[in-house]
């Protein structure tokens, strides 16, 4: 009996060990953290768990591809600073060898696992201008980036998911051409658009039937130095939805504004709208005939609060 008993007990220890969990990991590069490389902190968390993960990031250069699976919800990446602390790679479409959509596993760093919380990093796709090679792939629904940099040329930013939804707070996001696309309901507020060349800056894929695609409060568009031909954005998919409001827009930006990727009827489905925005490449005058200007009234819907109301499978409010 008193074996038995034993046994019961050390059975109940070592479950009671398992349910433990560090909710706080580091990674440096030098080895004065818990691990050297970003990856293996993720891999070391518990699966599924019930509280907040946290991996603190020291500056450094990580030259790693980076995953966050679906069973690490609740994680969140915090680099020590936005400049210092970097994640690099440098795959791109010619490099992955995976047929039509070898552009999806490209990818620096891939958003998989839902609440995930992204401050104080850059991520960048150092492939340079060789086709489509993504910074950041975010899939997954109730993602945050927050003072991040986010680098790359064509594709650098793929903000997907059919029921997904992301806000990017305080971001620098740079590309070429497309270099924010998908099908994602994403917020970006107070951010910088650099653009590297004469293109196109967005590139949604909006799924029929969603109220909000991908939408701008108050950011910047700036380009570089030579950079005087770009379009607010083409429709990836034919209902595509852009909203670009209280912006400021540099003189690169063309005066029709928008593009139907040569193809007349998305101009019947696609979805192009602005309000309040300044700068010289703000003005509406010449802007193409089949894209909107919203009114006060119809502008003041795109709030946070709004924009993520339940959109998922089952509905689940992101406030």
């Known amino acids: 009996m ?167 707070r305080n971001c620098l996001i740079s590309g070429t051409t497309d270099f924010i696309f998908g099908q994602a309901t994403a917020v970006f507020e107070e951010c910088t658009i650099h653009s590297f060349a004469n293109s196109f800056i967005t590139a949604a894929s909006t799924a029929k039937g969603k109220s909000f695609g991908l939408v701008f409060l108050r950011c910047q568009l700036t380009a570089a130095p030579g950079v005087d031909a770009v379009y607010l954005g083409r429709p990836w998919r034919p209902y595509a939805k852009t909203t670009f409001i209280d912006c400021t827009m540099g003189s690169h930006i063309v005066p029709a504004g928008w593009d139907n990727w040569n193809d007349p009827e998305n101009e019947g489905t696609a979805f192009y709208a602005e309000y309040g925005n300044t700068g010289p490449g703000a003005r509406i005058i010449k802007r193409v005939p089949w894209s909107h200007q919203l009114t006060k009234r119809q502008a003041g819907k795109y709030h946070l609060t709004r924009i993520f109301k339940s959109t998922t499978l089952p509905p689940v409010d992101w406030n």
């Open 2 to 168: 008193s074996k038995a008993i034993a046994l019961f007990i050390f059975l109940l220890y070592a479950l009671a060990l398992k349910a433990q969990y560090r909710t706080e990991l580091v990674v440096a590069r030098d080895g004065s953290g818990d691990f050297t490389s970003i990856q293996a902190a993720i891999d070391d968390t518990k699966s599924f768990p019930e509280r907040t993960i946290t991996i603190h990031i020291r500056n450094g250069v990580y030259r790693e591809k980076v995953r966050i699976p679906p069973w690490n919800p609740h994680l969140r990446l915090i680099g020590e600073s936005m400049e210092g602390t970097v994640v690099s790679w440098d795959d791109h479409f010619q490099q992955i060898h995976r047929g039509r959509n070898s552009t999806f596993f490209t990818a620096t760093l891939a958003v998989e696992a839902v609440d995930v919380y992204l401050e104080n990093l850059t991520i960048q796709n150092t492939s340079g201008k060789v086709g489509q090679a993504i910074a950041l792939a975010a899939f997954a629904d109730r993602c945050q980036v927050v003072n991040c940099r986010i680098l790359g040329n064509q594709d650098a930013l793929f903000a997907d998911g059919p029921y997904s939804r992301q806000l990017y």
